[in-house]
């Protein structure tokens, strides 16, 4: 199956500022969903991008969906000490009904 | 939206005893419910697929002996780590897909936090 990498394994931000992290696809994805893992909690689904460089937005949240659909990006802007976390990435190969998850990205973030 | 229930949130047990996590769908019906084990600052490894009324289908290098699925009804699929080992020590997280919806996304349980003495 597809294995899906994600970076950076950690990101820890001053408040207010960007930040991006990114998932890469050894094969095309049929679609590519994130997940946000609060500090002890359980992941909750954010959006789910199916087509070629789609891009979507959650108010200071922004996914991308790369053109060849092996890629795609979460890109928080003004970051808040709300957006603490951990976030994953999942793809869905095209003959998979599994989802594969990256090893996610753990934001903190410093007042 | 759908709701995942799992219990118990907490387990801590003997090594050489096992342990049963239910995972439970609320408010729809599941026929496959995932079953995931996360190590710490680590992503979501999938363990097992489980389908209603059939055998789950394991992932390469998960023993099936040790870590017994069953899924007999539509909302619920119970995770068994028989002879738990301090290795065995994990955080399992299982999860579902509302079949009702569209675009599939999975909703997680709490979570089971199993500590082997």
């Known amino acids: 199956g597809q294995q899906v990498m994600q970076i950076p394994q950690y990101q820890h931000v001053q408040e207010g500022e960007d930040f991006t992290t990114y998932c890469n696809s050894s094969?095309?994805?049929?679609?590519i969903q994130w997940y946000k893992q609060r500090p002890g909690g359980h992941p909750v689904f954010l959006i789910q991008l199916v087509k070629s460089g789609e891009v979507k937005k959650q108010k200071r949240l922004t996914f991308q969906f790369g053109e060849a659909k092996k890629n795609s990006s979460l890109h928080i802007t003004a970051t808040q000490t709300t957006d603490v976390g951990t976030y994953f990435c999942?793809?869905?190969?095209?003959?998979?009904?599994?989802?594969?998850f990256g090893a996610g990205t753990t934001v903190t973030v410093r007042a | 939206g759908a709701v995942v229930s799992q219990h118990p949130s907490w387990v801590i047990c003997k090594s050489g005893t096992s342990v049963k996590i239910e995972c439970r769908s609320l408010?729809?019906?599941?026929?496959?419910m995932f079953w995931y084990r996360q190590f710490p600052k680590q992503s979501l490894m999938l363990m097992a697929t489980s389908n209603e009324g059939s055998k789950a289908t394991y992932e390469q290098g998960v023993e099936k002996d040790k870590f017994l699925i069953n899924h007999a009804s539509l909302t619920l699929s119970t995770l068994t780590v028989t002879s738990a080992h301090p290795e065995d020590s994990s955080f399992y997280i299982c999860s579902a897909r509302d079949p009702g919806l569209a675009i599939g996304e999975l909703f997680f349980g709490e979570g089971s936090r199993l500590t082997v003495l």
């Open positions: 999942a793809g869905r190969g095209s003959n998979d009904y599994k989802l594969s």
């Open positions: 408010d729809f019906q599941a026929t496959t």
């Open positions: 094969t095309t994805l049929s679609n």
